[in-house]
């Protein structure tokens, strides 16, 4: 058979093998398409959600398995600092897990997307992003921080985030070393009064600071009319240094003005 020949033959067959390579991946993206839009969508404001009868704010009461070296390095910290003293009293963020347990009931707002969550807490202004699949860099190239780098994915209605890459905190509710790693479940669900509920487990595991892992709950209520209020802690630390300057130049004016005679005259 000549090559023309040969070619005519086989160009519809390759032609072929494609459409039907296009119709086998067909049902694959038709049921990626629906289980992306039967995901919950978790966008908007959420706020604290209190169970009845229980306080509405408060540090947390169980006892934490820490290990000796946890136990040091949470009782160093303490010997040092004074009881006005945290971090929130210098503008930092509380860091994972005490951001997403307190933050003082201020509400939060989640922003999602198919590759990315963002959670933006009120309080200190503090913001997660949850990174799904080709946004998710190498371990190599994260930066270790007060709330981690966190990796997302969906099993079925569940989002399932790995937060790792923390600091080392002392300062914290939930105190842990750069080796921590926290896993968190969210789901929805509807409470008997009709409330929509965002409900997390989590489980903080780190062998450097604890004993065994450390699992908690916890729910926000969904707020359709909820909005986050600028939360500047910073500024009242820059209006307080402006005001120190103003002080500090309105007496060098006054001392100058006492040691000149020209600047007492009328």
């Known amino acids: 058979m000549s090559w023309p020949l040969r070619a005519c033959v086989t160009m519809p067959l ?10 086998s991946a067909m049902p694959a ?12 969508d ?4 959420w706020t604290a959600y209190v169970e009845p009868g229980a306080p509405t704010f408060g540090l947390p009461r169980v006892k934490l398995p820490l290990t000796a070296l946890g136990t040091a390095r949470l009782a160093d910290y303490r010997s040092i600092i004074g009881p006005d003293d945290s971090p929130g009293a210098y503008c930092l963020g ?13 509400p939060m707002e989640i922003i999602q997307r198919p590759e990315q969550i963002t959670i933006i807490y009120e309080a200190h202004n503090e913001v997660r992003r949850l ?13 270790p921080d007060r709330d981690g780098y966190s990796v997302a994915r969906w099993e079925g209605n569940t989002l399932v985030v ?22 968190e479940r969210y789901h929805v669900f509807s409470d008997p009064k009709g409330t929509r509920v965002l409900e997390a487990d989590w489980t903080l595991t780190d062998p450097t600071f604890y004993t065994q892992p450390f699992k908690e709950r916890k729910r926000w209520a969904y707020d359709p009319h909820g909005i986050l209020l600028p939360y500047e802690c910073n500024e009242e630390a820059w209006l307080d ?7 500090r130049h309105d007496a060098a004016r ?13």
């Open 14 to 23: 390759v032609g072929l093998a494609s459409v039907l390579l296009s119709w």
């Open 29 to 40: 993206a038709r049921a990626a398409q629906t289980a992306q839009q039967n995901r919950p």
């Open 42 to 45: 978790l966008s908007g404001v």
């Open 94 to 106: 509380s860091g994972m897990p005490e951001a997403m347990m307190f933050s003082g009931l201020y």
């Open 131 to 143: 990174y799904f699949g080709s946004k998710v860099i190498p371990q190599g190239d994260r930066i």
């Open 162 to 183: 790995a937060t790792s890459s923390l600091k080392e905190q002392e300062d914290t509710a939930y105190p842990h070393s750069a080796q921590a790693r926290i896993d």
């Open 241 to 247: 240094h402006l005001q120190q300057l103003r002080q």
């Open 254 to 266: 006054a001392h100058t003005a006492a040691g000149d005679p020209q600047e007492r005259a009328p």
